[in-house]
């Protein structure tokens, strides 16, 4: 069954501090995965997508890892800000398909 | 902002009523994705219309039916509603060809649906 795992459940760290967001996937056979970012009651607003060939890339403070082998993904947010308060939504596709299968998000608390 | 415009903003219902929700996509998009996502959820693929075409559907009942426009915009039509059908009902807009899922997909705010 395809599907997609993330870690911690939510998070809360104080203001300028780094963190990581974790993503596991059983999607098979993998096209792509994205980050989504989502405000409280909005749309969710797309960070990265990276497709099987890519293994890193970066959106401003934001930095995604992609390791295709284990099925792994990370998003790591450097310098947090009160804005960057949000779920945060890893994305997957498979090939030759339509659907995205998303994640349950991480819901990220930056304090001052 | 995204261009993704949605409408209405919020909507009560009861059940076994009949609810239509609007999907202005992007300038220069011709595919539109619907989600819902309940209440801590993800969001959880409805279906896909490209070129006024269905290409694509999840795991949801016919009574959840779909429509594209001419000029790329969509409705998403619920019949019979019950109570599990609260939730945020999202349409995503992205532009590309038949089966394609490499686009980057541009969401709408949302329509927040409350079934009673």
């Known amino acids: 069954k395809n599907q997609v795992e993330q870690s911690p459940q939510s998070l809360i760290i104080l203001e300028g501090k780094n963190c990581t967001l974790q993503?596991?996937?059983?999607?098979?056979?993998?096209?792509?995965l994205r980050w989504y970012k989502q405000d409280t009651g909005r749309g969710p607003v797309s960070l990265t997508i990276?497709?099987?060939?890519?293994n890193t890339k970066s959106n401003g403070r934001y930095t995604a890892t992609l390791d295709a082998d284990t099925k792994q993904s990370s998003l790591h947010i450097t310098a947090s800000q009160l804005s960057d308060s949000a779920s945060y939504i890893c994305?997957?596709?498979?090939?030759?398909?339509?659907?995205?299968?998303f994640g349950k998000g991480t819901t990220l608390s930056v304090s001052s | 902002e995204t261009g993704v415009t949605q409408s209405p903003t919020h909507l009560i219902k009861t059940r076994g009523q009949q609810v239509t929700l609007r999907c202005s996509s992007q300038?220069?998009?011709?595919?539109v994705s619907w989600y819902q996502q309940a209440l801590g959820q993800g969001p959880q693929f409805i279906f896909q219309?490209?070129?006024?075409?269905?290409?694509g559907r999840g795991n949801f009942p016919p009574r959840f039916s779909g429509l594209q426009f001419p000029n790329y915009s969509s409705e998403l039509n619920v019949n019979a509603l019950e109570l599990d059908d609260s939730a945020l009902y999202l349409c995503?807009?992205?532009?590309?060809?038949?089966?394609?899922?490499?686009?980057?997909?541009?969401f709408g705010p949302g329509t927040r649906l409350t079934v009673l």
């Open positions: 990276m497709t099987f060939s890519e």
């Open positions: 993503c596991n996937y059983t999607v098979s056979p993998f096209s792509n």
């Open positions: 994305v997957v596709s498979a090939q030759a398909g339509t659907a995205l299968i």
């Open positions: 219309y490209y070129r006024e075409e269905e290409n």
């Open positions: 995503a807009s992205s532009s590309g060809s038949r089966g394609v899922n490499t686009d980057t997909q541009y």
């Open positions: 300038s220069g998009h011709n595919t």
